[in-house]
């Protein structure tokens, strides 16, 4: 269970002693009862009460103010899935909350557990049309676990409680809070605190029902050709290690995505993410943890080549609501994934006569991990020209061949783009979980400032890396300028085909021509970061890239490395997602 989670609490409250408060500080107050250190946020009026809470908290607590409230929301999401510790993003009333919309969205998406306290209108005045009057939660429903408006000043703490409680309780995701204006700048003589006392709690985490676990259990012992999937609730959940000892103990080969990528470390010789078209086709059971069934795991469709009967699938959850309902599933558990994953090895056994069984977990075909793990090797060694590449103008696989020599264990990897970061996901293998940030399946392009800023914070002695598409770079470059001011150095590499890339192309093969597809050639991205007071420079030529990453890594600023690329590349996917 992530830190910061309780199961108990509820809007239940008892009046606190203490000196009158007014609702920012109550506010900030709850956000520091559950592990928040950091505020992200862009100014307004409505929400200066949060602002001075934040500052005379005892200690004080870290305000990072952006350019643009989407990298506010992205920077909050970011954290919370870095430290799996609640992220909060505090937005102005109206346009305020309304630029944050597409990030709460991708929070949602990637059940990131963020809370948003907004500023909102007066009651006092509400329908007479004062400033940037609109009612928040109707807009917030549909992307959070919760959108509410707390109107009295003495329950502000509470409700922030119960906001963090909500958005940190599996399956995670995104909680909008907003304040009436006379509630958050009211005193309140005796502020109401959470009945369940001022701590979040560790609750008890639910553990996987014990008949869904026998019928995995006994499905994984008669399987001759599994595949194991983690997806990102395995580290939100904090099951990394659990999945891997499972995982090590069966002798289960295992694909990554999202934040689950390095769960087991490249290189691991249990890990075939690289073969993932060869084990998905062949496959007979496809056990998937973490990760929603959609299109990046062909909606949870597996197997089936040749006339060969579609393998079977599991979907093993954090919360029963996000078992899939679309597909056919030969078992499901939903739960604590880290119980889960403890218990896997023992149901296995039971299935197989006894949990005195000994040896070998399971009785597979002898060659279905070497096939796969050759499957692997041929992949990799197919790549090894492209990512060693000196075609002029720049492949962009040579970027991550130059990549791979530079980046340390402990990296954070960001990605927002579009085919110049399909090929960071699959040529960038980490070490380690939770060290790489895409923006999951809602696929926004604009998270890449708000990852960085949030990655730079979150990880201070880390390298961080964000990669950036041309394209993508148009949404939140600005935010730079954050950079800089916060004194948070980031290399950042911009992928610059000059074009939409990944819609330039697919266009080109529907309709044989393109139209709103193109950018400048060559544009100084470089420049725009020196003149917002970081630093960087253009490459032109593949030998130059290496050179200028270690200039990056050593600078000590924000550094944008503007690498031109070949734009007549595609990135050879298989599937648009639609
Ligand atoms: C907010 C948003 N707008 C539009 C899209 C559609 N889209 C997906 S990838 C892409 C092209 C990205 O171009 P670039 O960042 O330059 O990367 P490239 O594909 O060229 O490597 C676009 C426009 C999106 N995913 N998100
Ligand atoms: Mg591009």
């Not at 962009?396 to 927002?416: C, K, N, Q």
Request: net charge negative; with cysteine.
């Amino acid at each position: 269970m992530a830190e910061g989670t309780q199961e108990s609490g509820g809007t239940s409250s008892a009046q606190a002693p203490g000196p009158a408060r007014h609702g920012g500080a109550q506010a900030v107050a709850a956000a520091r009862r559950h592990g928040v250190s950091t505020m992200f946020t862009l100014s307004g009026g409505h929400v200066f009460p949060l602002y001075d809470g934040a500052v005379k908290a005892d200690p004080a607590m870290r305000l990072v103010d952006v350019r643009h409230e989407q990298t506010a929301v992205f920077a909050a999401e970011a954290t919370a899935r870095l430290t799996r510790r609640p992220g909060l993003a505090v937005l102005t009333a109206g346009p305020g909350v309304t630029n944050g919309v597409s990030a709460i969205t991708t929070a949602h998406f990637n059940g990131s557990p963020v809370v948003i306290l907004a500023g909102r209108a007066p009651d006092y005045r509400w329908g007479s049309g004062s400033l940037q009057e609109i009612d928040h939660p109707r807009l917030l429903s549909p992307v959070t676990k919760r959108a509410w408006t707390e109107h009295q000043a003495d329950q502000v703490g509470a409700a922030a409680d119960e906001a963090f409680r909500l958005a940190t309780t599996p399956h995670r995701g995104p909680v909008f809070l907003d304040f009436a204006l006379e509630a958050l700048f009211g005193e309140a003589a005796a502020p109401a605190v959470p009945a369940g006392g001022s701590h979040p709690g560790e609750g008890p985490a639910a553990g996987p029902d014990p008949d869904s676990l026998d019928a995995i259990g006994s499905l994984l012992a008669g399987a001759s050709r599994p595949v194991l999937v983690l997806g990102s609730d395995v580290w939100l959940d904090g099951a990394e290690a659990a999945a891997r000892a499972a995982a090590e103990e069966l002798r289960l080969p295992v694909i990554t995505n999202g934040q689950a990528r390095g769960v087991l470390p490249a290189g691991h010789d249990l890990l075939v993410t690289r073969a993932r078209a060869a084990a998905f086709r062949e496959a007979d059971l496809v056990v998937v943890a973490g990760t929603p069934l959609d299109f990046r795991l062909g909606y949870g469709e597996f197997g089936g080549a040749n006339g060969a009967p579609r393998a079977q699938v599991v979907h093993v959850t954090d919360a029963p609501d996000q078992v899939a309902a679309h597909c056919p599933l030969a078992a499901a558990a939903a739960g604590d994934l880290a119980a889960f994953f403890t218990a896997l090895p023992d149901a296995v056994r039971r299935a197989r006569g006894g949990a005195g069984a000994a040896g070998p977990a399971l009785p597979r075909g002898e060659s279905w991990l070497p096939r796969l793990q050759a499957a692997r090797a041929s992949a990799m060694a197919a790549d090894s020209a492209l990512l060693a590449s000196d075609a002029d103008p720049i492949h962009p696989m040579r970027v991550y061949g130059e990549l791979a020599r530079l980046l340390e264990t402990d990296a954070v990897v960001i990605g927002d783009g579009g085919d110049f970061v399909s090929y960071a996901g699959k040529y960038v293998e980490p070490q380690r979980p939770g060290g790489w940030l895409d923006p999951g399946p809602y696929g926004c392009l604009g998270t890449g400032l708000g990852y960085a800023i949030a990655a730079r914070i979150a990880r201070p002695s880390a390298q961080v890396v964000l990669l950036l598409g041309d394209g993508a770079a148009g949404f939140s470059l600005m935010d730079a300028d954050t950079l800089v001011r916060h004194r948070l150095p980031v290399v950042i590499i911009c992928g610059n085909n000059g074009i939409w890339g990944l819609e330039k192309h697919p266009m080109q093969a529907v309709y044989g021509y393109d139209v709103a597809a193109d950018l400048q050639p060559q544009c100084r991205y470089d420049e725009v970061v020196r003149a917002l007071g970081g630093d960087g420079e253009m490459v032109t030529r593949p030998e130059a890239i290496g050179p200028a990453l270690r200039r990056a890594f050593g600078s000590g600023v924000p550094y944008l490395v503007n690498v031109i690329t070949d734009p007549k590349i595609a990135y050879p996917r298989s599937t648009t997602g639609i």
